[in-house]
T-cell receptor, first 114, second 116 residues
Framework: AQTVTQSQPEMSVQEAETVTLSCTYD???????LFWYKQPPSRQMILVIR??????QNATENRFSVNFQKAAKSFSLKISDSQLGDAAMYFC???????????FGSGTQLTVLP | GAVVSQHPSRVICKSGTSVKIECRSL??????MFWYRQFPKQSLMLMAT?????????EQGVEKDKFLINHASLTLSTLTVTSAHPEDSSFYIC????????????FGEGSWLTVV
């Protein structure tokens, strides 16, 4: 079975600084997708960034980028120029092949300090 | 863009009663939808896969008689919590794939269920 591990229950960052959230996963599949979702107090799931496993290039979305290490099964999220609005719970998630149900990590609560 | 609408956003029910939560894809068809449950300060756990026109597939440990799922049309899946108990109180959220495989997964707004 696939598993997703987030080893940082809580992280904090100073406004305008950079923070990296860690995620590792375990799978025997070759075709899969990885995601980072942001969940603010409203509980709405907001897609931050998506990575296809077959792509070697790391995904980037404005201030958000990932470091995808396929051999190490690592998928970290880097947030640059952190803003107060970035404060939320962040979940790393995995889905494989044609299946589109997500397996989530335990989450990292990010606090942004003014 | 594609949107998944979930209703109600909050519901309070008495112990022993049943409550229905709807998950609707607004401008796309979803032959498959997924239901997740999230306890406070915990992650989302997949409960079941809702399949249009056929029986839902439940994850291990999820009681299919307590959590009834119906996917009667290509745009609507419903989750009915039957004979609700206080321990069923939780946040329930649905999702639906709306594009190519792994490309886009849309989430509903979620539903807070409180059983008193």
């Amino acid at each position: 079975a696939q598993t997703v591990t987030q080893s940082q229950p809580e992280m904090s960052v100073q406004e305008a600084e950079t923070v990296t959230l860690s995620c590792t996963y375990d799978t025997s599949e070759s075709d899969y997708y990885l995601f980072w979702y942001k969940q603010p107090p409203s509980r709405q799931m907001i897609l931050v960034i998506r990575q296809e496993a077959y792509k070697q290039q790391n995904a980037t979305e404005n201030r958000f980028s990932v470091n995808f290490q396929k051999a190490a099964k690592s998928f970290s999220l880097k947030i640059s120029d952190s803003q107060l609005g970035d404060a939320a719970m962040y979940f790393c998630a995995y889905t494989s092949g044609s299946a589109r149900q997500l397996t989530f990590g335990s989450g990292t609560q990010l606090t942004v300090l003014p | 863009g594609a949107v998944v609408s979930q209703h109600p956003s909050r519901v309070i029910c008495k112990s022993g009663t049943s409550v229905k939560i709807e998950c609707r894809s607004l401008d796309f068809q979803a032959t498959t939808m997924f239901w997740y449950r999230q306890f406070p300060k915990q992650s989302l756990m997949l409960m079941a896969t809702s399949n249009e026109g056929s029986k839902a597939t439940y994850e291990q440990g999820v009681e299919k008689d307590k959590f009834l799922i119906n996917h009667a049309s290509l745009t609507l899946s419903t989750l009915t919590v039957t004979s609700a108990h206080p321990e069923d109180s939780s946040f329930y959220i649905c999702s639906a794939p709306g594009g190519e495989v792994g490309n886009t997964i849309y989430f509903g707004e979620g539903s807070w269920l409180t059983v008193v």
